[in-house]
């Protein structure tokens, strides 16, 4: 699977309550189980007016069709080409 990442632009997201955020994560995970094991969805970050996903998909169109069922904005889906971090200059 490729690995993703998607910018929500939602205005307010931050101030989004306990309550709020778990209706959200329920919705989510429904479409998730309706589209099977070819897209996961594996966290997010929660910004002031955004939220950036990291999904696991087959291809971008999953991503995009979890918005839609979802009703949230899928602004920009990004593959991600590579992650690191600082152990590997560690390894150098």
């Excluded at 002031?48 to 999904?55: A, R, T």
Aim: include cysteine; hydrophobic fraction near 40%.
């Amino acid at each position: 699977m490729k690995e993703y990442l998607i910018e929500r632009n939602i205005s307010g997201a931050g101030k989004m309550d306990d309550e709020q955020l778990r209706a959200v994560i329920a919705k989510s995970n429904q479409a998730l189980a309706k589209l099977g094991p070819d897209v996961q969805w594996q966290q997010s970050f929660v910004t002031d007016d955004s939220v950036f996903c990291v999904y696991f998909a087959n291809d971008k169109n999953l991503v995009k069709k979890h918005a839609e069922m979802v009703g949230l904005p899928a602004d920009r889906i990004l593959e991600i080409r590579r992650t690191v971090d600082p152990s590997v200059d560690a390894a150098a």
